[in-house]
C-alpha cells in the first residue's frame, strides 16, 4: 500500500541519519518542514513563532539520531516533539500575556494589505474577517483539542496516530474531537450559509 | 441503531461520515442520518465547519529556513567540539610546565655533579638547593660558567711562576 511504504521510508530514512548520511536528514526536512510548521503555525499562530519552533523540532530529531529506533511511525514521532513544544509556547505565553514584538509581521497571522478600489475589496475584507474570527475559535479552544482538531482536519491523521502524539486513548481523541468541533460550530454558526 | 448526537455514542463514526470518510458502519448511518433531524443538522454544521477551517491557510515557508537549521545544528557540533577541545588544552599546559621544570632541575643536577664544579660553591648556589628559583638558577648557571674557566687560568701559569 503507497501509505504505509511512504511511512516505513521515513524510518529508513532515519535510519540511515543514524548510521550519519546527512542527505537522508535533507529528505526528510524537505517533505516535512511544510506540515510541521503550518501545524505549529496553526497552534501558535505566529509564523515567526512558529517557523522557530519548527527549528527546534527538527533539531532535536536530529539530536536524537544516535538512539533513533522505529517503534512508531517517524511523523507521529516528529508531530509529538512538534506538539510538546507548542503546548509548552502556549503555557508560557500565557504567563507573559499581552507581549507583542514590534518587530514581528503582521500580528497573529494576518496577510497585511493594501486597500484599493478593487471592485472585490469588500469580499476580500469580509474573508479576511471571517477568518480572523475562525483563528479566534481555534485559539479559545483547550491546547489539546486545538492539537487533535488541527492533526485530524489539517494533516488527516487516524485517532489512534493522534492518541499516540498526545500520549492519550483513542477513546479520549474521540472526545476530545467532539467537544473541540462542537465548541467551533457553535462559535462559527452565525457564518450563515 | 442509537442516535449518536443524543446518546453521544459512536459521534466520532458520524463525524467520519459527515466529513466523507468512508468506514465500516458508513450505510448503516447513512439510514439513521437520513430519519434524524438532529443528525442532519450535525453533519450540515460539521461539513460548513470544515470549509471554513479550510480558509485558514498557513504562510509559506521561509526560504532560508534550511540554511538557518543547518546554521544551528553546526554551530551547536563545533560549541561540543570547541569545549571538549579547550578541556583538553588546559590538561595539556600542565604536563609540558611541569616536564620542563624537571628538565631545568635535571640540567641543574647534572651540572653540579660535574667535576669542574670546585667543592666549595657559592653562597648563591647553596641557596638555590633548597629554594628553587629560575632567576637563581640562572645566575648559578652563570657562575659556574664562570668557575669552570678557572681551572684553564690556573693550568696556563707556569710552574715557575709558583
Not at chain 1, 36 to 63: D, G, K
Not at chain 1, 105 to 111: D, F
Request: aromatic share 8%; hydrophobic share 45%; charged share 25%.
Amino acid at each position: 500500500m503507497p501509505v504505509a511504504a511512504t511511512l516505513e521510508r521515513d524510518a529508513e530514512l532515519m535510519l540511515r541519519v543514524r548510521d550519519g548520511c546527512q542527505e537522508s536528514f535533507g529528505l526528510l526536512l524537505d517533505k516535512h518542514r511544510g506540515p510541521v510548521i503550518h501545524f505549529l503555525y496553526r497552534m501558535v499562530q505566529n509564523q515567526a513563532v512558529a517557523e522557530e519552533l519548527a527549528q527546534e523540532v527538527f533539531l532535536r530529531v536530529y539530536r536524537s539520531r544516535s538512539t533513533y529506533e522505529p517503534t512508531a511511525k517517524f511523523t507521529t514521532w516528529l508531530f509529538r516533539i512538534a506538539t510538546h513544544l507548542a503546548l509548552n509556547w502556549i503555557r508560557d505565553g500565557k504567563r507573559e500575556k499581552g507581549q507583542e514584538s514590534l518587530d514581528e509581521g503582521p500580528a497573529e497571522g494576518l496577510v497585511r494589505q493594501v486597500p484599493d478600489t478593487a471592485p472585490n475589496v469588500e469580499h476580500v475584507l469580509l474573508t479576511e474577517v471571517k477568518r480572523e474570527e475562525i483563528r479566534r475559535a481555534i485559539r479559545a479552544l483547550p491546547e489539546k483539542q486545538r492539537a487533535a482538531v488541527l492533526m485530524h482536519k489539517y494533516h488527516e491523521m487516524e485517532y489512534a496516530q493522534i492518541a499516540k502524539v498526545l500520549g492519550c486513548s483513542e477513546s479520549a481523541v474521540k472526545s476530545l474531537l467532539f467537544r473541540a468541533y462542537e465548541s467551533l460550530r457553535s462559535r462559527l454558526a452565525h457564518f450563515a450559509r | 441503531m442509537k442516535c449518536p448526537v443524543e446518546s453521544k455514542e459512536n459521534v466520532d463514526l458520524l463525524l467520519d461520515f459527515c466529513l466523507g470518510k468512508p468506514g465500516a458502519a458508513a450505510a448503516k448511518l447513512a439510514r439513521h442520518v437520513e430519519v434524524c433531524p438532529a443528525c442532519q443538522e450535525f453533519c450540515a454544521s460539521c461539513s460548513a465547519l470544515w470549509s471554513d477551517l479550510d480558509l485558514l491557510e498557513a504562510p509559506p515557508v521561509s526560504p532560508d529556513f534550511n540554511r538557518r537549521l543547518y546554521e544551528r545544528i553546526e554551530a551547536e557540533e563545533s560549541g561540543v567540539w570547541r569545549k571538549f577541545l579547550s578541556l583538553f588544552r588546559l590538561r595539556w599546559m600542565r604536563p609540558a610546565t611541569a616536564v620542563a621544570a624537571a628538565g631545568m632541575l635535571v640540567v641543574f643536577g647534572v651540572l653540579l655533579q660535574s667535576p669542574f664544579v670546585p667543592e666549595n660553591l657559592p653562597r648563591p648556589l647553596m641557596e638555590a638547593k633548597s629554594d628553587i628559583d629560575i632567576e637563581q638558577i640562572e645566575e648559578t648557571l652563570e657562575d659556574l660558567e664562570m668557575l669552570r674557566t678557572l681551572p684553564v687560568v690556573i693550568s696556563t701559569e707556569s710552574p715557575a711562576s709558583l
